[in-house]
């Protein structure tokens, strides 16, 4: 039986019990906070994702939802270094454990290797997408060469400052220290 499922309202627990797998791909002008880091924007952009769900059963026989993730774009951002425009690869690649409640999350997080999230009937998988991809950006974004040499300079070449002669500030104290006396 194939069933098409909404990434908006993914229905989690029947998309993990069938094994069911969703490809998508989301324009940028849907994903406005990723879209806001982004210092140009091509008619073209998209995130693209693949997601897989199941249930697994853990040492005591309960099920347990599970979502595989991977997803991907290409977004232009301000290179840190020459501060001009580079377009970047974002990837990411995560498993997602689904329990019942914030704190059993929090509890578990700190203490499994996969991701722990909670369990919500109708999920918003695009939403997801967009945090993984945020997560994803450098923190120092920068071209691998940047295409022009940039300027290590601090001074403006075109700024001229003529020279004065500064006086030492104790300087007029010199005037005032005694010689020593012969007697």
């Known amino acids: 039986m194939s069933s098409t499922y909404d990434p908006l309202t993914l229905p989690l627990a029947a998309f993990a019990r069938s094994g069911a797998a969703l490809q998508g791909t989301v324009p940028l002008a849907d994903l406005a906070r990723l879209r806001a880091q982004a210092v140009a924007e091509r008619a073209d952009t998209a995130a693209h994702f693949d997601a897989k769900g199941s249930e697994r059963f ?12 991977r997803g991907s774009c290409r977004l232009t951002l301000e290179c840190q270094r020459c501060l001009r425009p580079a377009e970047l690869d974002l990837a990411f690649e995560r498993d997602f454990r689904f329990v019942a409640n914030e704190a059993l ?17 109708q999920f918003n998988l695009r939403d ?45 104290l010199a005037g005032l220290k005694r010689t020593p006396s012969a007697d």
């Open 128 to 172: 997801l997408v967009e945090d993984e991809l945020l997560m994803a950006i450098p923190l120092v974004p920068m071209h691998p060469s940047c295409p022009e040499t940039p300027r290590f300079s601090v001074a403006d070449p075109d700024f001229d400052v003529p020279a004065q002669e500064q006086t030492h500030p104790f300087a007029a």
């Open 105 to 121: 999350a929090a509890v578990e997080d700190e203490e499994s290797e996969e991701d722990v999230l909670v369990f919500e009937r």
């Open 58 to 69: 853990d040492a005591t026989g309960h099920p347990q939802i599970w979502l595989h993730l």
